[in-house]
């Protein structure tokens, strides 16, 4: 299942050539969840979709029949990292839920800046 993604440590801008580790928030849907991991893939190997970073945090379901599922779940952080490599903006999804079958992102978009000389 999903966390929700409530927070990102981003920059207000990204200087190309640079590799960044972003943090990110996660809530787990109930006190039943573990955190699984965070996945965080670009949106395909050139241009623009190079530049789409698609970013999830994944929980599973403990096996513990005591765990009680109608409270809410803890509160995380994690990290992914991140090279520079295009000099145009960057946009990230981060998701934070669905809408029927559909997902639901907090979309940021960071401008690239050259390396100061």
């Given amino acids: 299942e999903l966390a929700e993604i409530v927070a ?3 920059p207000d801008e990204l200087e190309f050539g640079e590799t960044y580790e972003v943090t990110v928030t996660y809530i787990l849907p109930s006190a039943c969840h573990t955190f699984a991991g965070l ?9 623009a979709d190079r530049r789409d970073i698609y970013i999830s ?3 599973a379901i403990e096996l513990d029949s005591n ?3 109608t409270v809410g ?4 952080t ?3 990292t991140i090279t520079i490599d295009e000099e145009e ?6 998701l934070i839920g669905e809408s029927g079958d559909e997902p639901v992102y907090d979309t940021v ?6 390396p100061a000389s």
Avoid at 40 to 47: F, H, I, K, L
Avoid at 73 to 76: I, R, S, T, V
Avoid at 89 to 94: A, L
């Fill in 8 to 10: 990102n440590d981003l």
């Fill in 39 to 47: 996945n965080a893939s670009r949106g395909g190997n050139v241009g």
């Fill in 57 to 59: 945090a994944i929980a």
């Fill in 67 to 69: 765990c009680d599922d």
């Fill in 73 to 76: 779940g803890g509160q995380g």
């Fill in 78 to 80: 994690s990290k992914f």
């Fill in 89 to 94: 903006d960057y946009t990230f999804y981060f």
């Fill in 109 to 114: 978009v960071i401008p690239v800046v050259q």
